[in-house]
Protein backbone atom coordinates (compact mmCIF):
# COMPACT_ATOMS: atom_id res chain seq x y z
CA UNK A 1 0.00 0.00 0.00
CA UNK A 2 1.41 3.67 -0.64
CA UNK A 3 1.60 5.77 2.20
CA UNK A 4 3.14 9.29 2.46
CA UNK A 5 3.84 10.17 5.73
CA UNK A 6 4.88 14.00 6.41
CA UNK A 7 7.06 15.30 9.76
CA UNK A 8 8.48 18.30 10.86
CA UNK A 9 5.95 20.91 11.25
CA UNK A 10 5.33 22.54 14.09
CA UNK A 11 5.45 26.33 16.32
CA UNK A 12 8.35 28.43 14.87
CA UNK A 13 8.61 32.45 15.18
CA UNK A 14 8.78 34.48 11.95
CA UNK A 15 12.27 34.62 10.80
CA UNK A 16 13.15 31.32 11.71
CA UNK A 17 13.23 27.86 10.05
CA UNK A 18 11.74 24.18 9.60
CA UNK A 19 12.41 20.96 7.75
CA UNK A 20 9.59 19.13 6.35
CA UNK A 21 9.97 15.42 5.81
CA UNK A 22 7.71 13.15 3.57
CA UNK A 23 8.43 9.29 3.65
CA UNK A 24 7.33 7.54 0.88
CA UNK A 25 6.59 3.69 0.47
CA UNK A 26 4.87 1.18 -0.98
CA UNK A 27 5.91 1.65 -4.23
CA UNK A 28 8.45 2.44 -6.50
CA UNK A 29 9.04 6.09 -6.82
CA UNK A 30 11.74 6.40 -9.35
CA UNK A 31 9.40 7.87 -12.47
CA UNK A 32 7.71 10.16 -9.67
CA UNK A 33 6.85 13.28 -9.36
CA UNK A 34 7.11 14.74 -5.91
CA UNK A 35 5.42 17.63 -4.74
CA UNK A 36 4.55 19.67 -2.03
CA UNK A 37 1.44 22.12 -0.68
CA UNK A 38 0.23 23.55 1.47
CA UNK A 39 -3.72 24.79 2.96
CA UNK A 40 -4.87 27.74 5.35
CA UNK A 41 -7.38 27.85 7.22
CA UNK A 42 -10.62 29.38 4.78
CA UNK A 43 -8.31 28.77 1.66
CA UNK A 44 -7.60 26.73 -1.55
CA UNK A 45 -4.33 24.27 -1.41
CA UNK A 46 -1.72 25.67 -3.07
CA UNK A 47 1.05 25.03 -4.74
CA UNK A 48 4.88 24.88 -3.00
CA UNK A 49 7.12 22.88 -4.34
CA UNK A 50 7.71 19.86 -6.84
CA UNK A 51 10.57 18.23 -8.14
CA UNK A 52 11.74 14.64 -9.52
CA UNK A 53 12.36 11.63 -7.62
CA UNK A 54 15.79 11.68 -8.91
CA UNK A 55 16.16 15.18 -7.88
CA UNK A 56 17.74 18.19 -10.36
CA UNK A 57 14.12 19.83 -11.84
CA UNK A 58 12.60 21.66 -8.56
CA UNK A 59 10.05 24.72 -8.97
CA UNK A 60 8.67 26.65 -6.96
CA UNK A 61 5.72 28.83 -6.23
CA UNK A 62 6.30 32.37 -6.70
CA UNK A 63 5.41 33.07 -2.92
CA UNK A 64 7.84 30.69 -1.18
CA UNK A 65 10.72 31.26 -4.08
CA UNK A 66 13.91 31.98 -2.59
CA UNK A 67 12.81 31.06 0.73
CA UNK A 68 12.16 27.30 0.02
CA UNK A 69 14.31 24.72 -1.23
CA UNK A 70 12.41 21.50 -1.98
CA UNK A 71 15.12 18.46 -2.33
CA UNK A 72 14.81 14.20 -2.07
CA UNK A 73 17.23 11.29 -0.88
CA UNK A 74 16.04 8.41 -2.79
CA UNK A 75 17.90 6.25 -0.72
CA UNK A 76 15.87 6.91 2.12
CA UNK A 77 12.71 7.38 -0.31
CA UNK A 78 12.30 10.90 1.44
CA UNK A 79 11.47 14.24 0.32
CA UNK A 80 12.28 17.28 2.24
CA UNK A 81 11.19 21.25 2.03
CA UNK A 82 13.49 23.34 4.24
CA UNK A 83 11.75 26.21 5.01
CA UNK A 84 13.57 29.52 5.93
CA UNK A 85 12.83 33.02 6.60
CA UNK A 86 9.63 31.99 7.29
CA UNK A 87 6.25 34.45 7.29
CA UNK A 88 3.13 34.13 9.45
CA UNK A 89 1.10 33.78 6.40
CA UNK A 90 3.30 30.72 5.45
CA UNK A 91 0.74 29.17 8.37
CA UNK A 92 -0.85 25.95 6.81
CA UNK A 93 -1.23 22.19 7.07
CA UNK A 94 1.88 20.94 4.45
CA UNK A 95 1.14 17.86 2.37
CA UNK A 96 3.24 16.09 -0.06
CA UNK A 97 1.72 14.26 -2.93
CA UNK A 98 3.58 11.67 -5.34
CA UNK A 99 2.79 11.44 -9.25
CA UNK A 100 3.72 9.62 -11.67
CA UNK A 101 2.49 11.70 -14.61
CA UNK A 102 2.47 15.05 -12.79
CA UNK A 103 2.88 18.20 -12.79
CA UNK A 104 0.19 18.59 -12.51
CA UNK A 105 -0.95 16.78 -9.25
CA UNK A 106 -4.18 16.07 -8.89
CA UNK A 107 -6.92 14.19 -6.06
CA UNK A 108 -5.90 10.73 -7.61
CA UNK A 109 -2.64 10.89 -7.05
CA UNK A 110 -0.62 10.06 -3.81
CA UNK A 111 -1.08 12.09 -0.98
CA UNK A 112 -0.15 12.69 2.90
CA UNK A 113 -2.11 13.57 5.71
CA UNK A 114 -0.39 16.77 6.80
CA UNK A 115 1.56 18.64 9.20
CA UNK A 116 0.59 21.60 10.56
CA UNK A 117 3.20 24.95 10.54
CA UNK A 118 2.66 27.65 12.34
CA UNK A 119 4.50 30.71 12.10
CA UNK A 120 4.14 33.34 14.92
CA UNK A 121 4.57 37.24 14.11
Known amino acids: QVQLVESGGGLVQAGGSLRLSCVASGNSFSNFYMGWFRQAPGKEREFIAV????????HYADSVKGRFTISSDSAKNTVYLQMNRLKPEDTAVYSC??????????????WGQGTQVTVSS
Open 97 to 110: AASPQGPPFTDDDY
Open 51 to 58: INWSGGSA
